[in-house]
């Protein structure tokens, strides 16, 4: 299937950002560099739920039916739910730090996030940092208003924020969040927020469907901690020390084949700016690659109830994060 049908099964009108010169759009979709199979039995659209909510003012009535969707679906993904002026005022001061720090190509404006020659950007979390547009997107408005609403009660809002500036190349390999910020309350969600308009070609985030539901993951693989070793094993403080590297949380390298092996669908969409898709821990997910030249700009952000442990390694002022601070050993 080529690009245009598979925008077509994407099932929404998609303005793309203005191109760069000489930017074409690739014949097929790929993620890991492994190229995505788009046949409909295997590969689809994100189910929207803005026939259930359309803004914070539709959420009291329509709760019970959002959680049904995320408890059915591991998702739940809202079009134009932010608005998109205050999307775009942050995608506009996340732009000029990256020009400012030379990642632009200075040929264009800086809010196309055009990449300058040879940018290798993938994870910039340093431009969360004193943002005062993103932390007013994130963590007021119409975002807490929707965990609110979800939760049921008051919520609490992890202080790390993980900034994606993902440069052409290969996207975020599979795997389920709980692996990363699992020593607090499993009843944990992403909010996965574009900011601003993401083609096919830039490589939007991509879920496997059903992935939620897999017993057989969820004994596995889900159980696992990319910051625990065994501390009874005689390489326990090489682990402990950082001079052996563990586990790096990915499910598979491949998400071909992952899908093959476990089913379901790839399911994306082409997003615009202004929508909000959520997921539970356990719902495996990756990336598409980005095969144009621009830098591909979103935040991931993670919300619980208040009254629930949240992992220390991801509250607080500085964040201890995947450091030396945060391995555990365990007995294996």
């Known amino acids: 299937m080529a690009i245009a049908e598979a925008e077509a099964v994407a099932s929404r009108t998609f303005t793309a950002p203005k191109e760069a010169e000489g930017n074409r759009k690739p014949a097929k979709l790929l993620s890991s560099g492994r190229e995505i199979d ?7 659209a994100l189910r929207r739920s803005d026939d259930l909510a359309r803004g914070p003012d539709d959420l009291a009535g329509v709760v019970e039916g959002l959680r049904e969707r995320m408890r059915e679906d ?22 000029r730090r990256l020009a400012t720090d030379g990642f632009l190509d200075q040929r264009f404006p800086s809010i196309d996030s055009v990449a300058a020659e040879d940018c290798k950007l993938k994870f910039k979390p340093d431009l969360a940092r004193n943002n005062a547009p993103l932390h007013d997107l994130l963590y007021a408005g119409r975002m807490t208003a929707f965990f609110r609403a979800l ?4 919520i609490l809002h992890f202080d790390f924020t993980w900034m994606r500036a993902v440069a052409p190349g290969k996207g975020t390999r599979p795997h389920g969040d709980i692996v990363f910020m699992g020593r607090g309350t499993p009843n944990l969600y992403t909010a996965w927020t574009p900011l601003g308009d993401i083609s096919l070609e830039q490589g939007g985030l991509m879920i496997l469907e059903g992935s939620h539901q897999l017993e057989r993951v969820h004994a596995t693989y889900s159980k696992q901690d990319v910051d625990a070793y065994c501390e009874n094993y005689p390489t326990a403080e090489q682990y402990a020390s950082g001079q052996k590297k563990g586990f790096a949380g990915y499910i598979s390298t491949n998400p071909v084949k992952l899908r093959e092996r476990l089913g379901g669908r790839w399911l994306t969409n082409a997003f615009t700016a202004g929508d909000l898709l959520v997921f539970g821990m356990f719902t495996l997910h990756c990336s598409l690659d980005n095969q144009s030249r621009h830098i591909r700009l979103s935040t991931d952000s993670r919300y619980q109830l208040a009254s629930e442990p949240a992992d220390h390694r991801w509250i607080g002022e500085a964040p201890i994060g995947h ?7 365990r007995i294996c």
């Open 323 to 329: 450091s030396l601070a945060g391995k555990r050993g």
């Open 74 to 95: 591991g998702y739940v993904y809202l079009p134009g739910y932010l608005e998109r002026e205050r999307v775009m005022e942050t995608r506009a001061e996340v732009t």
């Open 151 to 154: 939760l049921g009660g008051p």
């Open 38 to 44: 788009t046949r409909p039995e295997v590969f689809g």
